[in-house]
Nanobody, 126 residues
Framework: VQLQASGGGLVQAGGSLRLSCVAS????????MGWFRQAPGKEHEFVAA????????YYAGSVEGRFTISRDNAKNTQYLQMNSLKSEDAAVYYC????????????????????WGQGTLVTVSS
């Protein structure tokens, strides 16, 4: 499956953005989906993940309550709604997919995601 992320841009602190990740080549129905981010000079960081059915979601503590992950299998797309953005949210955001079922212990492990899209840059101005 090929993934294409979009929706990044420049936003003021406190503002909102919605990222999209469109899949091609295969339906996303059999895949759990996730978002990771990487700020300059930092390691990849888990942001959020959603189960194949959309019934379970997992979030990094730093974004819980502000970000919402969702998916529309009919549109082969997953989303990341980001509200109340902070300067520390600035990063390149990557979407990813995995065939392994999500668990709380593995949702944030990037090694379990074999499929990755290119990143989309989110810049937050203070």
């Amino acid at each position: 499956v090929q993934l294409q992320a979009s929706g990044g841009g420049l936003v003021q602190a406190g503002g909102s953005l919605r990222l999209s990740c469109v899949a091609s080549g295969r339906t996303i129905s059999p895949y759990a989906m996730g978002w990771f981010r990487q700020a300059p000079g930092k390691e990849h960081e888990f942001v959020a993940a959603i189960a194949m059915s959309g019934g379970s979601t997992y979030y990094a503590g730093s974004v819980e309550g502000r970000f919402t992950i969702s998916r529309d299998n009919a549109k082969n797309t997953q989303y990341l709604q980001m509200n109340s953005l902070k300067s520390e949210d600035a990063a390149v955001y990557y979407c990813a997919a995995r065939t392994l079922s999500l668990t709380s212990g593995t949702a944030g492990n990037r090694r379990h995601y074999p499929y990755w899209g290119q990143g989309t840059l989110v810049t937050v101005s203070s």
